[in-house]
């Protein structure tokens, strides 16, 4: 039976940290109790489980937020690491993919990677949603089925999921009003017009309260930033995100240039796509005008570090960013590993690398960003925090494990962030319900063979 995380009707749980991650400490002997899928109280103190308390050995923290997915390319793993190239020859590949997947194959693939998701403690992902119709740009009979998909493939492997539904009309940049005809691979992302994507889009409904539905820019080469302005009007009417693909490569850049004499970051802002309830996804190359831009309408920033060195997009300025006042968040995008805390490791050493000085964040702000940044970044402001009132997810890592073994307690969250893996995720609860307890997943209970399995049949489409 897949696991409901918002089930209001959640029976009653306590559950006892050896070490619980409270946002300024670790605490030992940490009761969590847990009703209608909230925290009800948190005790700090405890040095044993009280009676009926299911003990979480490890350092519990807030369940982590991916706040840029995109499922599909889970597939590409592997393949996509063979031989040299750039973003550009990564795509045809992704597109190859994207080519097979109905909505029957794409529920099965989601539902596994939404699995891995939650072996890796993530508990809510902002799934970027583009692939919204048959081959060949033909509606489905239900408009929104691929959607409909990937919010059940959610609630079957326990998250939380906000559906960013994106618009995506043009190949590349002709005008402020008018892009790129669509190529015969895009077509099936194209809705024709941001007035028709908002038809299709409103019309999505949302089944289940793990689901909440947000809208986002593909980019400024698929949006015309007109378009984009309509997309942006249509997320703040509903108070829904807002997230855009932004300076990902230099190609965008100096193709925004050319045909418009604007950055793409200056574009948006001109065309009022920027702001707080708004989180560009990259930012990876940007001038200094950009940085101040984002940072002054205070746009939040997805950074994806694993994915921009896997495809060689290279190092953003995300300390520049975070310091002119953008609210950072993480997400594991391509899925050439999913790994949150890998994530977050990464933010901080390729940082180093970039600047040849070290310490730039702390392990408590790195944790900040893995978690309660990425959630209100996906619309789920109430979750995040270990404390009373809150949604009751929580993702527990072991400290005794090869990778953790040794540091002192105190130092749990250090150790977390800069040893811990996806692996060393023992427990993960959502909505006081264990999703993965000891490692084992109890909905899909054999996520390997369900990764395996749905990847082999859409290969074979």
Do not use: K
């Amino acid at each position: 039976m897949p696991v409901n995380p918002t089930d209001p009707a959640a029976p009653a749980a306590v559950y006892w940290a050896e070490y619980a991650w409270t946002g300024g400490a670790v605490e030992p002997g940490t009761v969590i109790e847990t009703a209608g899928g909230r925290i009800t109280a948190v005790r700090t103190g405890a040095g044993s489980p009280p009676p009926g308390a299911e003990p979480l050995r490890g350092l519990t923290l807030p369940g982590l937020a991916n706040a840029h997915s995109h499922a599909f390319h889970r597939a590409l793993r592997g393949t996509a690491q063979t031989g040299s190239g750039t973003f550009w020859t990564w795509r045809r590949v992704m597109y190859s993919v994207a080519d097979r997947l109905t909505p029957e194959s794409y529920f099965a693939l989601a539902r596994a990677v939404y699995a891995e998701m939650a072996l890796a403690g993530i508990t809510c992902v902002g799934e970027f949603h583009y692939l919204h119709h048959a081959p060949g740009g033909t509606p489905y009979g239900d408009p929104n089925a691929m959607g409909h998909a990937l919010i059940a493939a959610a609630a079957e492997a326990g998250i939380r999921i906000t559906l960013l539904d994106t618009c995506y009309l043009a190949s590349g940049i002709l005008t402020e009003h008018r892009g790129r005809a669509l190529d015969r691979h895009q077509l099936r992302f194209g809705d024709g017009s941001a007035a028709a994507w908002a038809e299709r889009a409103s019309a999505l409904v949302p089944e289940g309260d793990h689901a909440r539905v947000g809208a986002a820019v593909h980019s400024v080469r698929a949006v015309p930033a007109a378009e984009a302005g309509a997309v942006a009007e249509w997320a703040r009417e509903r108070g829904a995100p807002l997230h855009v693909h932004l300076s990902e490569q230099p190609a965008e850049n100096d193709a925004c240039l050319a045909a418009l004499g604007r950055t793409p970051t200056r574009l948006l802002a001109d065309h009022g796509v920027l702001g707080p309830g708004t989180t560009a996804v990259h930012a990876t190359h940007l001038t200094g005008e950009d940085i101040a831009l984002l940072g002054g309408t205070r746009t939040r920033v997805c950074v994806c570090p694993t994915t921009e060195r896997d495809l060689a997009d290279g190092i953003g300025p995300a300390a520049d960013l975070a310091h002119a006042g953008s609210p950072l968040c993480l997400g594991s995008d391509s899925h050439a590993v999913i790994d949150l805390l890998e994530e977050a490791r990464a933010l901080e050493l390729d940082e180093r690398l970039r600047s040849r000085t070290r310490g730039h964040w702390t392990a408590a702000r790195l944790l900040d960003f893995a978690g309660e940044s990425g959630h209100a970044a996906l619309g789920w402001p109430e979750a995040g925090r270990l404390e009373a009132g809150r949604l009751a997810d929580f993702t527990t890592i072991a400290l005794d494990s090869v990778r953790t073994a040794g540091p002192p307690p105190r130092l749990a969250a250090q150790t977390a962030v800069f040893a811990a893996t996806a692996a060393d995720v023992r427990h993960t609860v959502v909505g006081g319900r264990h999703v993965v307890r000891d490692g084992v997943h109890r909905s899909v209970p054999d996520v390997p063979a369900a990764l395996a399995d749905a990847i082999q049949e859409g290969a074979a489409r």
